[in-house]
């Protein structure tokens, strides 16, 4: 099992891949808790769209980061499809 640390760099490598072919503008797809969140990103990712899971590290320290929803960012053109993955998980 990958650790957050390791997702995360993955994630951003794909994001900076696709970065570099063409201009990428994030929307946000969700709020989701952590864990579905981080789901959520890799049956994306399964599906070859990019994803990243925003603020899913916020307020660890305090114990609160249950409480606070992660967002589940795609590039804009991959919105609609993300949508139907998402729906169908």
């Known amino acids: 099992m990958r650790s957050d640390r390791a997702s995360c ?3 951003m490598r794909m994001v900076h891949a696709r970065q570099r072919s063409a201009s990428m503008s994030l929307v946000e ?5 952590r864990n579905l969140a981080n789901i959520l990103v890799g ?6 769209i990019a994803a990243i899971a925003f603020d899913g590290g916020a ?6 980061y249950l409480l606070i929803p992660v967002r589940v960012m795609v590039d804009e053109d991959d ?4 949508q139907g993955i998402v729906g169908t998980a």
Do not use: F, K, Q, V
């Open 43 to 48: 049956r994306l990712a399964a599906e070859g």
């Open 29 to 33: 797809l969700g709020r989701y808790d």
């Open 79 to 82: 919105l609609t499809a993300a």
């Open 9 to 11: 760099c993955e994630d």
């Open 59 to 64: 307020s660890i320290a305090d114990g609160s």
